[in-house]
């Protein structure tokens, strides 16, 4: 070696081999310190209590990706920020309806079954399903009803849907989801108009019992509609099932689950990737993580709503199974309807709600 490059390395220690191996020996010891590639990363974009921390966790640890996890309480705030970009999201949770828009307007990636192994777990009962036929853009999630809940100690005469709800008696002690579609979608039931039969001229039928209904809620919250009623500020609620389902399961005298005589939305909660997203694998490699059966058990043990997952149902207790609210019988199921991509009526029932929650006619 001559005496310039022993210099060299004297004074740049990055161009010793040495120093390379030491450096070798010592990030095991202490990963956290030294600068490694970037760590891979996921971005969630998710319904609020829907994905329990320890899934994202496990995931994380056995991955070493990094996940981001951000809410929204209905498909149409999504539906918002996503196309208003920005939010760098890899993966969406959009409702069956909210799949189908997304799809038509090519919004979403194609999914790779190569990198989904476990969709074998999945009930062919919530797969190939009109709003994304062969499942080209989305997997399920959960699956659930949108429902009545009594609080039987407060209300004592029977109360077999929206129309015993609404009857005016209730009035300032009812809690609903805060969600347009949905409002709408009660209002044709009691009409008998079939939920997806949603125009401008329908909406306007919907329009007088929304008006009558409105002011007789205390509270809308879509995030966490049970608070209200385990706090006692309200006496019924139409929730999604998963809630009514933690409600029944914390006091199944006091909190009755009712599916509406006059019919009922089962929504259908997926995953999809949306086309901006930066990180596909990672995406996938999480859709797969949570079609796991220990995995998914332990979103149903969290979020008690129906799991499509038959793997994953088989680990789930008699009492889990048992829950009215997560899990309607087949007598039950045949009045149930899922909602379709309704288009350009979609902005009118948003704008309908808003304006007759703010007090116009
Ligand atoms: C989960 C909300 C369920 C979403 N917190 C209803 N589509």
Redo the contacts with the bound molecule.
Sequence with gaps: MTTRLRSRLRRNPALNLGFWIFLGFLVPWFPGSFPARAAETLNLFC????IPRPVIDAFQKETGIRVTVENYAS?EEMLAKLLAGGGNYDLIQP?EYTVEALAKAGLLLPLDRDQLPNVKNLDPKFLDLAFDPGNRFSLPW?V?T?GIVVNTARVKEPVTGFNDVFNGKHRGRIVV?DDSRELVSWALATLKIPTNDLTPATLAKAKPIVARWLPQIKVFD???PKTALLAGDVDLGVV?S??GAVLYRQDPARFRWVLPSEGSHR?I?NLAIPKTCQHKAAAERFMDFVLRPEISKLISDA?P?TNPNLAARRLLTAAQLANPASYPTPEQEKDLETFRDIGATASEVDAMVSELKSGGR
Excluded: A, L
């Design positions: 319904w609020s209590e829907y498909n409702s959960m659930g949108v989801v879509s995030d966490s999604w998963g809630e929504f909660d979020f709503y």
